[in-house]
């Protein structure tokens, strides 16, 4: 591929080391599916605006990967999955760069090094390179860059996104997405095209053939999950809820952890677990995370609890049956001073509240997160109206993506926009969130201009606002810890099981 040439060292330039990367690529069940060993750069030893300038590559969103396999349920499009080979090393060294590197271990020879032509893998700026290549390509394949998602691209026939060097495509006929993968493979990409995307970044795609449900698991990443934590033993007994009622706390005088398991490393897996594919520990794993420098036995139990949790729904994941009508709900929700009265009443983060919320298409969750407020709410209003224009910051881009795919695939949206809903359960925040011009009273008045900047969406967008029972309301499932026929019910009607 005219990577490199062999040329003598240079004096005075600089020449980046080199090295080897060797991994083990798995399925998403976790079975083996190659080894690879890989040729890098070592990009720590560049220096920024000597050796690099710009580097930001995006990567696609997950909430447009949702709403896509929420669409191919509901049309029932056809979708493929593709790789590119070597994907850094299609993309050209720019213009007036001189990039020198040793040659690879085992290879070298005395007075030589490598010229770059192609980016290698480690350099700083390969993945943007590589990036700029393939929208280029892309645009002269037809298919067009959405502004919403720089990672999705829309033709007239085709689909795709796009995840560094993995690629998924969807159609209403196979031979489309066929008829573009050749248009790549003549403009130069090595493109590898799969039968069908079954699986993607770890996460499992299974159709129902009965009942035509996908459901989006991770059984390979729980696998490790409780392998890590000791618990894959036949004794080991299950949970049917992944975090206890009461709140987890700092516990700072609380008995040293043990150090059985690396904890940062589980709560890593777990944290791209709750946020793919399950919804429902999303809570419980915040609360670990939050403690990941500094744990506690307490701490070890509770990722030991999610871990039992996940033992026993250990082949369940997101269930996505959509309803006819391309219909966005939100479900924001606060849990005002959580903490406080279980932790030191001096320690200024036990009187934080959590704000909690999920955005569904169609009823089927497409975003949701769980995380402590940075401001100190002082009222129940106060932390539900902050979680509300939290989630508000989230629920607009996802409005204008529904419109954007929607109009593509020639679904039918209500009225000019869509039906657009936001159940909240706080009457304050209820009647301060859609009241225009605002009815401020002197206890709303001091967090005004910070939260309630998103009236004049609501009103310009026509979305709804609907007061909600508090046993209705999916966000508490991501604002504490609930008890065992509370959380069933709820996760029910969230992911499907």
């Known amino acids: 591929m005219g990577v490199w040439e062999v040329v003598d060292r240079p004096e005075g330039a600089s020449v980046i080391d080199s090295t080897w990367a060797f991994r083990i690529k798995r399925f998403p069940d976790g079975l083996i599916k190659k080894f690879k060993a890989r040729f890098c750069v070592r990009g720590d030893q560049q220096v920024h605006g000597i050796d690099f300038f710009e580097t930001y590559a995006p990567v696609v969103q997950w909430t447009t990967v949702h709403l896509m396999l929420i669409l191919e349920v509901l049309l029932k499009l056809k979708s493929k999955q593709g790789d590119i080979t070597a994907a850094f090393v299609h993309a050209d060294v720019e213009e007036g760069e001189n990039i020198y590197v040793e040659m690879p271990r085992g290879f070298r020879k005395q007075g030589k090094v490598l010229k770059l032509k192609k980016t290698l893998y480690g350099l700083r700026q390969s993945p943007r390179a590589f990036w700029l290549y393939l929208t280029e ?47 790549l493979i003549a403009a130069g990409v090595s493109f ?98 939050r403690y990941m420098f500094c744990p506690k036995r307490s701490h070890e139990l509770a990722l030991k609890r999610i871990g039992r949790y996940l033992k026993a729904t250990r082949d369940r994941g997101l269930v996505l049956n959509p309803s006819k009508l391309l219909k966005v709900d939100c479900y924001p929700d606060a849990d005002f001073a959580g903490l406080y009265g279980h932790e030191n009443s001096s320690d200024p983060s036990c009187v934080k509240s959590r704000t909690g919320f999920v955005i569904t298409v169609a009823n089927c969750p497409v975003l949701w997160q769980s995380k402590l407020q940075t401001e100190t709410a002082l009222s129940t209003m106060e932390a539900e109206i902050v979680a509300l224009a939290h989630s508000c910051r989230e629920l607009f881009p996802i409005m204008d993506m529904v419109t954007l795919l929607g109009t593509k695939v020639g679904l039918p949206l209500k009225e000019t926009t869509m039906n657009v809903s936001i159940h909240e359960d706080n009457a304050g925040a209820l009647v301060l969130a859609e009241t225009l011009p605002p009815q401020f009273t002197p206890r709303s008045k001091h967090y005004a201009i910070k939260t309630i900047w998103f009236r004049e969406q609501i009103v310009k967008r026509k979305i709804k606002l609907v007061k909600i029972d508090t046993v209705e309301q999916l966000g508490d499932l991501f604002t504490k810890g609930l008890t065992r026929v509370t959380f069933e019910y709820l996760r029910r009607k969230l992911i499907g099981w």
């Open 137 to 183: 390509k892309m645009n002269l394949c037809g298919m067009e860059q959405s502004t919403l998602d720089p990672c999705l691209f829309i033709g007239e026939k085709v689909i795709c996104i796009c995840y560094v060097d993995d690629l998924i495509f969807w159609a209403m006929d196979g031979a489309y997405i066929d008829a573009l993968a050749d248009q």
């Open 192 to 289: 590898e095209q799969e039968s069908d995307a079954a699986g993607f970044l770890g996460v499992r795609m299974e159709i129902d053939p009965k009942t035509g449900l996908m459901e989006m698991k991770q059984t390979g990443l729980i696998d490790r999950v409780i392998e890590t934590l000791g618990l894959d033993l036949g004794t080991t007994s299950g949970k049917f809820t992944p975090a206890e009622a009461k709140p987890l706390v700092k516990d700072a005088d609380g008995e040293p952890a043990l150090g059985e398991f690396s904890y940062s490393s589980v709560v890593g897996m777990l944290l791209y677990l709750a946020g793919h594919t399950r919804p429902d520990i999303a809570y419980a794993v915040n609360c670990c995370a």
